[in-house]
């Protein structure tokens, strides 16, 4: 069975553009997670979607946002781009998003902001 | 709100001794938690995971952990390391069904030859 994939996996842009993240899934798992991930900061969760719907929000700006279509595939949506939302972009995919469901990461894209 | 802590953002071990990375979490309900594992330039792999049962969890790799409520600490440990073992390690505790999963700031493991 295929992993989680990330595309594209390492991303350069620069300040005040806008970027688009994809994640494909594990074939028949129904929730994607999207954390970033800084030296600093350490990982932290972004949003979750379940069948299409964004279930939890972290704390992060209305400039990152996502969304989820129907076979499941997520994309990542960061505008107006920061110096500081340099960071690993990692997707995590799992059967139902139970709390105790195993989360499957990607490889992450590595998004660099000059 | 559930939160994490690791103690010690890097561990140094010698090749063939006792790997033990420290993890203590808060939390007004009883948890879930998880160790992951991230080797340079990948993403995270589940190493092993404690929903309910029993305190003492195997995972892979020969590592394992014990759940410890009057602590509340989930600690890694794995008997004998290895050079393959150096990665930076994450503890996480979820507690409800759909809720998020929330992370250490992760222990980086160095093994010295």
Request: net charge positive.
């Amino acid at each position: 069975k295929a992993g989680v994939t990330q595309t594209p996996r390492y991303l350069i842009k620069t300040r005040g553009q806008q970027v688009t993240l994809s994640c494909s899934p594990i074939s028949g798992h129904r929730s994607v997670s999207w954390y970033q991930q800084t030296p600093g900061q350490g990982l932290q969760f972004l949003f979750e979607y379940f069948s299409e719907t964004q279930r939890n929000k972290g704390n992060f700006p209305g400039r990152f946002s996502g969304r989820q279509f129907s076979n499941s595939r997520s994309e990542m949506n960061v505008s107006t781009l920061e110096l500081g939302d340099s960071a690993l972009y990692l997707c995590a995919s799992s059967l139902v998003g139970d709390g105790t469901d195993t989360q499957y990461f990607g490889p992450g894209t590595r998004l660099t902001v000059l | 709100a559930q939160s994490v802590t690791q103690l010690g953002s890097h561990v140094s071990v010698s090749e063939g001794a006792l790997v033990l990375l420290r993890c203590n979490y808060s939390s007004s309900v009883p948890p879930y938690l998880f160790w992951y594992v991230q080797y340079p330039n990948q993403g995270l792999q589940l190493l092993l995971k404690y929903t309910t049962g029993a305190t003492l969890v195997k995972g892979i790799n020969g590592f394992e952990a014990e759940f410890k409520k009057s602590e509340t600490s989930f600690h890694l440990t794995k008997p004998s390391a290895h050079m393959s073992d150096a990665a930076e390690y994450f503890c996480a505790v979820s507690v409800a069904w759909g809720d998020k999963i929330i992370f250490g700031k992760g222990t980086r493991l160095h093994i010295l030859p």
